[in-house]
């Protein structure tokens, strides 16, 4: 519940105990959770690395990536927004046969990858471009960013730069090394 100064008290949403760990996967999470969840591409394209991106990508900048904007639903509720980076030199044809499913499990069935998440940074912030309006939410109201970056563990290599905005009020972050 949360009382509203003039306004009345209302009824908040219950929040998901969405864990991040090493191994830390969407699709996962919720189903251990007892949730279906739903994945909605919003983008996918080629685009040149920004120096940002190649630096956690160990890409030279201005190096062909794809962006994959991505909106996260469970039980018919709006979860979160994630940008993904992937270089294109490792994996050459995911824009033409990647269409939805957990992003994750195609890289690992599809390309052998071993996925393993080397960091994670939160930060709480207001919501930015059409991030509310995805997200089904007031712009003045709080989302949680985390910055991931994936590895391939046969080798090491950086395979995946993720921004992630979860709503602020439906989730809460259990980091768990």
């Known amino acids: 519940l949360e009382r509203r100064h003039g306004r009345g008290v209302f009824v908040l949403d219950s929040q998901l105990d969405y864990q991040i760990g090493s191994g830390t996967r969407f699709t996962e999470n919720l189903a251990a959770l007892g949730m279906q969840s739903e994945n909605r591409i919003l983008c996918l394209q080629t685009l040149a690395a920004t120096e940002r991106i190649a630096q956690r990508l160990t890409l030279d ?48 069935t599809h390309y052998g990858c071993q996925l393993k998440r080397t960091e994670s940074l939160v930060t709480a912030m207001l919501p930015q471009g059409d991030d509310a309006k995805l997200l089904g939410m007031p712009q003045n109201r709080p989302v949680l960013r985390v910055k991931s970056v994936n590895i391939d563990e046969r080798d090491g290599a950086p395979v995946e730069y993720a921004i992630t905005r979860f709503r602020a009020d439906r989730i809460q972050l259990r980091i768990n090394p």
Do not use: K, M, N
Request: charged share 20%.
């Open 61 to 108: 900048t201005g190096a062909p990536i794809f962006w994959i904007e991505t909106l996260r639903t469970a039980s018919d509720r709006q979860l979160c927004v994630i940008s993904h980076f992937i270089p294109c030199a490792r994996f050459p044809d995911l824009d033409t046969r990647y269409t939805g499913e957990s992003l994750h499990q195609f890289l690992t």
